[in-house]
């Protein structure tokens, strides 16, 4: 098969970026994506396709200038990942000239960067889409756009569609650096663009980012998520998994390290997951954490995990410490082999407490941290008491915990359940309880001890008091010079409540060596 064949029965994408395709090639033909609504039929189809790698990006020439005198405003909703994404689109915005703006009001145009793991997430952006509407009608100049998870879900699209005629531009979480196109066809035209490829998406590297703040910094290691549980969009909206190059993000943290952070969070839907895709070398997630040990970054974390796929390599590695902080984020989602098994978790019970226990015994102190979902359709009594044990078992110092919410499409979704919402929400509340009074013992340990805290600026609640977060993520409050931001600092804890410490300022943390 020839390019033009490949191309045209959908096995590889156009290439698009600017500099890398031969411009003199007309690709319209090709696009199964402008005008055209996604599918999640064919997200499902998980094939072989192979995943293209763009290293230039670069922002059109033709496209330069189109933001000056114009200003944008994004509202980000769910995970880190989507924190993420709002970063690379600002960066794009501002190559193209536009400027940031706080408020709805002062702005040209309007990104709703959206989560559909919930019903409720899904419902606040429509909610919000509702209330961007008079002002559209006082404007109609403005462009609204509606990205993220949301998008690339046929059902949200149509509902867009047929009563949110207020929005100008739909693009999922593949066509990111599509954004200077699909602005430009906004700006065009009188008809909603919608740009969603509901295929696996490539690796674009280089894209411009404006990180939040420069203390802490988000860095992909990979995209998409090939677990499919039973109850989750995720892998139908982030599509297949796939692996930075190790090099590429070595190189992005060893140049964030030198601009001066000092934290690291490595994101992936699965990162142990990480290198499985790569058929030319044997490097995995471990092999990364390794690397990034030896890079003069004072801590490291990352998320989230399966416990599937966290191998002893791993364990291994984590265990020597240094900038690999001792907190590990494992979602665990129940604590019954049956419901793990209709969830599609691929692990029992006792092969996740099996797991806790070889971590553990490589690493003392750590802290463990979980997800946990309770009311799957026809949980028992008895599946929920399970999950109650094995949160003790563990001692979990602090968890994620939710109601099951049917996502469209999803094998979950079209299980008959026979329990009340009533029944689910005492679980939510049981299970909260437990949660609570956990985090308040572990955080109790603290009392006394000198702690190390990465001090990120003012109490969101007290502008006298300085807050920031120790390697296990624990929030400490504590009064010390404005000096020390953006500095590992050593506090006492004089006081612990449930959700964080109270100090005092003991002195700045020295430099220290890096261990190799
Ligand atoms: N309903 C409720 N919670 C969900 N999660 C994922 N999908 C659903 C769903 N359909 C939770 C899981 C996951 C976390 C990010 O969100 O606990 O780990
Ligand atoms: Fe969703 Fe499971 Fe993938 Fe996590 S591992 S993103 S819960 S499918």
New binding site residues.
Partial sequence: MNEEQRLKSGLIKPDLSPGLGDKEKDYSQYFETVYTEPSLKDAKKRGQEEIAYHDDFKIEERFLGMGKGRKFYIRTYG?QMNEHDTEVMAGIFMGLGYEPTNTVEDANIILLNTCA??ENAENKVFGELGHLKPLKQRNPDILIGVCGCMSQEESVVNKILQTYDQVDMIFGTHNIHRLPNILHEAYMSKEMVIEVWSKEGDIIENLPKVRHGNIKAWVNIMYGCDKFCT????PYTRGKERSRRPADIIHEIRQLAADGYKEITLLGQNVNAYGKDFDDVEYLFGDLMNDLRKIDIPRVRFT?SHPRDFDDELIAVLAKGGNLVEHIHL?V?SGSTSMLKIMGRIYSREEYLTLVKKIKEAIPNVALTT???VGFPNETDEQFEETMSLYREVGFEMA?T??????DG?P?AKMKDNIPMEVKKERLQTLNSLVNAYSKEAMMKYEGQIVEVLVEGESKRNDQVLAGYTRKSKLVNFVAPNSTIGKLVNVKITAAKSWSLDGEFISVVEKEEVLL
Avoid: L
Wanted: charged share 15%.
């Fill in positions: 995970c793991i919930r109850y989750c969009i995720v989230t979602p989602q997800d946990i979902i994620f939710y109601i099951y919410s049917p996502r999803t979950a």
